[in-house]
């Protein structure tokens, strides 16, 4: 199974910019399709993107649509996350997952690794 670490986390002011690095281990890196969640406090991980084993397709949350943009390296084991025009909304635990079976999935339970998160706080 693959191992995945997240950085690239931080504070950040409104209207500002972060990328999001995600390293992988273990298993054939480029056999995964790729995801991006994120929890804020009290609430439930939702889906934020997700970019299939080539990095040919990728797929976006609605809320996030036109301001990120996810992407993978197969030759460096990483998919990134570049976060721009951030708001307030967007701060939140951001995780990477990894997907033997499917490309695209929205759904938490359906992805077979995690990253242990990395924090991305927007000030207003």
């Known amino acids: 199974q693959v191992q995945l670490v997240e950085s690239g986390g931080g504070l950040v002011q409104a209207g500002g910019s972060l990328r999001l690095s995600c390293a992988a281990s273990g298993r054939a890196f480029r056999n995964y399709s790729m995801g991006w969640f994120r929890q804020a406090p009290g609430k439930e991980r939702d889906f934020v993107a997700s970019?299939?084993?080539?990095?040919?397709?990728?797929f976006y949350a609605d809320s996030v649509k036109g301001r990120f943009t996810i992407s993978r390296d197969n030759a460096e084991n990483t998919v990134y996350l570049q976060m721009n025009s951030l708001k307030s909304e967007d701060t939140a635990v951001y995780y990477c997952?990894?997907?033997?079976?499917?490309?695209?999935?929205?759904?938490?339970?359906?992805?077979?690794?995690w990253g242990q998160g990395t924090q991305v706080t927007v000030s207003s």
């Open positions: 997952a990894a997907d033997l079976l499917r490309v695209g999935s929205r759904r938490v339970d359906e992805y077979d690794a």
């Open positions: 970019i299939s084993w080539s990095g040919g397709t990728t």
